[in-house]
């Protein structure tokens, strides 16, 4: 499949919920959410304290024709007013991707991102041959996400987290989609 040109994301049904793309709409909950200390350390690119514009710049982002990841809002709303977190799919070449995701903290342990990264992956809207997903080694419950759908782990590597400031030990996964 070749990702250039516009490209218009599916909503994908899930259990008790939908993966749909981002609204401008959504900028308040999802700031909200990304101004919080704990999701900001979690990911590589969150910053903390969150600048004023941070998540309308992500969203117009996240919106553009020519963008190389795919955002989903996991909603369980019927009128897609609700985000109790967000996943995604950025594009890299030889038909892989790279999936990430976060959980609102009152929801963590429930399950939501288990059950939203194998909607995704039944799913698979980009084509893939092949995820990669890899997570910060103080977070065990994200890489059992990943192992629980199926993930092998693949060996350890590091990135930088701007909430951190600093280069955050990793681990690296795989999924083999054909």
């Known amino acids: 499949m070749s990702f250039e040109g ?14 749909r793309p981002l609204t401008s ?16 350390k979690a990911t590589s690119s969150i910053p903390h304290p969150l600048p004023p514009g941070t998540t309308e710049g992500f969203i117009e982002r996240s ?4 963008r190389a990841e795919d955002v989903w809002v996991i909603d ?8 109790l977190g967000v996943i995604a799919l950025t594009r890299m070449d030889r ?6 995701y976060w959980v609102a903290p009152q929801l963590w342990g429930n399950g939501l991102a288990s059950k939203a990264v194998e909607a995704l992956i039944e799913a698979n809207p980009q084509a893939c041959r092949t995820l990669f997903g890899s997570v910060f ?3 065990p419950a994200s890489a059992r996400v990943l192992t ?31």
């Open 6 to 19: 516009i490209y218009a994301q599916p909503i994908i049904a899930a259990d008790g919920f939908v993966l």
């Open 25 to 40: 709409a959504d900028a308040g909950q999802l700031g909200m959410y990304a101004a919080d200390e704990r999701i900001a």
């Open 63 to 66: 919106l553009a024709d020519e």
């Open 76 to 83: 369980p709303s019927e009128d897609s007013s609700q985000v």
């Open 95 to 100: 038909e892989q991707s790279e999936i990430g």
């Open 137 to 139: 080694q103080d977070n």
């Open 148 to 178: 629980n759908a199926g993930f092998e782990y693949i060996g350890d590597a590091e990135t930088f987290s701007v909430a951190r400031d600093a280069t955050v030990p990793t681990w690296t996964y795989i999924k083999k989609l054909d």
